[in-house]
């Protein structure tokens, strides 16, 4: 009997889907586990697995069509089965939808959800890009028939005003990813500026799903938790020439993040009162420093997670974080990597920006905002010398932290790192 193949939430805030591709089309045989489309979700692009089998007897929802959580996108049954009825309910259901929340609730979906996990889908097995711009030798000739790209991709081309035909994609079977436009972009000879071309282009840019899923997820986080903040400066010689120290004698060098993933782990140890989330009825504390570090994307912000930092080295946490950005960017992560840190990093400091505050990542109740690091005459208590100063802004949630546990949170950690041996021992 033909069934309706429905969006399900592939991630954990997902509300709804932009199918990326059809991996099946019409008239074509279905085994359960069989990838037949690929969907565009708020963080990444997970394949979409079958979990019936038959003939896929028509397609509802087309390349670059939105669907939400509980719409069918297909129909799927017996060949030549008559379909009339389903395609009827179907423009019904379009109609008269149901309400958003019966689709949308975990315990109503507990059977889809399972699947979000452990049936229907998968990581995408797409190869990260290659990290090295294509020459302009490099570059594929214009190739004629269907050009392979995702819709970011070609809205990304649009914009940036490149020609895919021009574009040797880096993805499986040759497909475009926004990488390469990007690449393309930084290799295109730059026009005079003339007049003409110093004139701004203003437009309409449609929402993506992720973008739209950034904005409520922090609208949420902004005005139902009462954010206040706590500043400090911290002398980062010492944790400066231990980095340069190391790095010196190491073949692959450690990123300054890893180092204050670490020292924020070793700090929430002895503040694991940090380490909370607002339940309404209860305040819950996570038993592990998962720390969560921003990383924008053109799309728009993605936090990658690294799980039990306090019990890693700082040479663990930098090779894990250095597999979770380079799969951020290629959309290949999977929602639990991204999601449910107890305690989130925001830098700041490559832009040159010396302070900020940052919007708090749920569910936790705390994110460290980092400045850039800059020279500035200290006083020693006998003279004037120069310094490496950086300062760091804690954003906290007042349901969960006080003031005072936060001010203590940021003496230990600016203690941690002035002296960052003495931490890391």
């Not at 001010?407 to 950690?413: C, P, V, W």
């Amino acid at each position: 009997m033909a069934e309706k193949i429905l969006m399900i939430a592939l991630s954990p805030t997902m509300e709804e889907g932009t199918i990326v591709e059809w991996h099946k089309k019409e008239g074509d045989n279905v085994e359960t586990g069989d990838v037949i489309c690929e969907v565009e979700t708020d963080k990444a692009t997970m394949d979409y697995e079958s979990s019936q089998s038959g003939t896929l007897l028509r397609i509802i929802k087309q390349q670059g069509d939105k669907a939400r959580v509980g719409e069918a996108i297909a129909i799927i049954g017996e060949e030549k089965e008559d379909i009339t009825e389903i395609l009827k309910e179907i423009e019904n259901e379009k109609i008269n939808p149901a309400p958003q929340e019966k689709k949308a609730k975990p315990a109503e979906k507990k059977q889809e959800s399972e699947t979000v996990e452990q049936k229907h889908t998968k990581p995408r097995e797409e190869a990260p890009p290659a990290s090295k711009p294509p020459t302009k030798e490099e570059k594929a000739p214009p190739t004629p028939g269907r050009i392979k790209a995702s819709p970011l991709a070609r809205k990304k081309a649009k914009e940036m005003g490149v020609d895919l035909r021009s574009i040797r994609g880096s993805g499986p079977d040759g497909r475009i990813t926004v990488k390469d436009i990007e690449n393309a972009k930084a290799i295109t000879p730059q026009a005079s500026l003339s007049n003409e071309t110093k004139r701004i282009k203003g437009g309409i840019i449609p929402v993506s799903t992720m973008r739209a899923t950034i904005a409520k997820r922090l609208s949420e986080s902004k005005f139902t938790a009462p954010h206040f903040s706590v500043t400090i400066s911290a002398t980062a010689d010492r944790l400066l020439n231990l980095r340069e120290s190391i790095n010196s004698k190491a073949e692959k060098k450690l990123s300054l993040n890893s180092f204050l993933i670490k020292l924020s782990a070793e700090a929430l140890v002895r503040h694991p009162a940090i380490l909370s989330s607002w339940e309404e009825e209860n305040i819950r504390l996570f038993d592990t420093a998962d720390i969560a570090l921003a990383v924008a994307l053109t799309e728009g912000l993605i936090t990658p997670v690294v799980r039990s930092a306090e019990s890693k080295t700082i040479s663990e946490i930098d090779y894990e974080l250095t597999d979770l950005i380079q799969r951020a960017k290629t959309s290949s992560l999977t929602p639990e990597e991204y999601t449910q840190a107890g305690f989130t990093i925001s830098n700041l400091g490559s832009y040159g920006v010396e302070e900020f505050d940052a919007i708090i990542n749920p569910p936790g109740s705390a994110i460290l905002a980092v400045g850039a690091i800059k020279t500035e005459p200290i006083y020693d208590g006998e003279t004037f010398r120069p310094a490496k100063i950086i300062r760091l802004t804690l954003s906290c949630d007042h349901r969960t932290i006080d003031g005072a546990l936060a001010a203590d949170f940021m003496r230990t950690l600016k203690a941690m790192i002035e002296e960052p041996a003495e931490a890391l021992i």
